[in-house]
């Protein structure tokens, strides 16, 4: 494989709902490479969900293409995982069993599913709840129950829809820092996380390039990257630099 292949490619993409004549998202492009993390950050309601189930070959868009190392995503693909921002978990499955979902898409044997299930919630620090259901959890339980269902099926990309947003600042800003380990980790597969926020610090926190999207329809207004080590410290300068920069181009 080409070291230099874009892990996802979003080229022209364009979408508009049913029966509904404007477009949502109008020609957007961007790209992620490997170990690299992207933030798609933009106005309420301009399509930046609906953008990131393109991606994850959920919908299908209009116009343009999605490429996933060199092939043309037209559905769902091994290789991509999604992290909602609701859990999405199922509450008549225990916890174990919606991790378990995340396997379906793989041709292994319920005896591997259970080892891949349980080995992934002990490594996002669950043991113990395995057999529990997920009314019992916390919500930032829940979202970790979330990211294992996603990375039990080995992804090389992981989506996530504001997947911090409905948590505590402590808990989110945990839960950031174990994403961060997880893109880095030379013992887990993933080698690029696309992540939609509407959180401009969140997006500088843990970005290595921001996609800033306009009004609907959407258009790409600006990339910007951000060039510093982690952890970053939110009161330094090229921090807050970074941050003003993003507001100016959201609010231009």
Not at 68 to 87: A, M, R, Y
Not at 173 to 190: A, F, G, M, N
Request: glycine share 6%; aromatic share 6%.
């Amino acid at each position: 494989m080409d070291s230099l292949m874009h892990i996802i490619e979003v080229r022209n993409v364009s979408f508009s709902f049913e029966g509904v004549a404007a477009k949502v998202i109008d020609n957007v492009s961007f790209h992620a490479d490997r170990g690299e993390f992207v933030s798609v950050i933009g106005p309420s309601g301009c399509g930046k969900s609906t953008l990131l189930r393109i991606i994850a070959g959920l919908i299908r868009q209009e116009r343009g293409k999605v490429i996933h190392l060199g092939d043309e995503i037209e559905g769902p693909v091994k290789g991509i995982s999604f992290v909602f921002q609701d859990f999405a978990l199922l509450p008549w499955l225990t916890n174990i069993e919606n991790v378990k979902l995340g396997c379906s898409m793989l041709d292994i044997s319920e005896t591997e599913r259970m080892r891949k299930a349980l080995m992934e919630l002990e490594d996002v620090g669950l043991s113990g709840f395995e057999n529990s259901y997920p009314n019992v959890l916390s919500g930032g339980m829940k979202q970790r129950v979330g990211i294992a269902r996603a990375l039990v099926s080995d992804p090389d990309v992981l989506l996530m829809d504001e997947p911090f947003s409905s948590l505590d600042e402590l808990t989110a800003e945990i839960l950031r820092k174990d994403i961060l380990y997880i893109l880095k980790s030379k013992d887990l597969p993933v080698s690029s996380v696309i992540m939609i926020t509407h959180n401009v610090e969140e997006a500088v926190e843990l970005s290595d390039k921001i996609v800033i999207l306009s009004h609907k329809p959407s258009r790409v207004k600006r990339v910007i990257g951000v060039d510093m080590k982690h952890p970053r410290n939110k009161h330094s300068r090229p921090f807050m630099k970074t941050v003003d920069e993003i507001y100016a181009t959201l609010t231009k």
